[in-house]
């Protein structure tokens, strides 16, 4: 999630757009700096320590911010799973349901700004 977000910093990003799954490792000023359009996938807050409610409610007041300001952005989190979620599938019938739901939403949020390339 860090390189991902990273990439979508500077005047000309070097990417076009990107998502995140289970961001860590990341500040305020990492999320502000984004240019290019980017959507975060995450585990329920109250139960990741790598990105807690604070931080995870600070993270969505900055992407709100730049999608007013017409940068399509967004944060999603997946009540009652922790941290890595979607990587673990198929651990149970929710963490496989939310896991798809993830994968799912950050296909089509990559295929909107990527279209075929």
Do not use: E
């Not at 409610?57 to 922790?82: E, V």
């Amino acid at each position: 999630g860090q390189y991902s977000v990273l990439l979508t910093h500077g005047q000309t990003p070097p990417v076009s757009a990107a998502v995140v799954y289970h961001g860590s490792l990341l500040t305020p000023a990492d999320i502000a700096a984004i240019n290019a359009p980017i959507l975060f996938q995450q585990s329920d807050p109250t139960l990741d320590p790598n990105l807690n409610t604070t931080t995870y409610n600070q993270f969505k007041s900055i992407l709100d911010a730049k999608r007013k300001a017409g940068l399509d952005s967004g944060i999603t989190s997946y009540p009652n799973m922790t941290h890595g979620f979607s990587m673990r599938g198929g651990s149970s019938p929710a963490v496989t349901a939310a896991a798809d739901s993830a994968f799912t939403a950050g296909a089509a949020f990559l295929a909107k700004h990527l279209g075929s390339r």
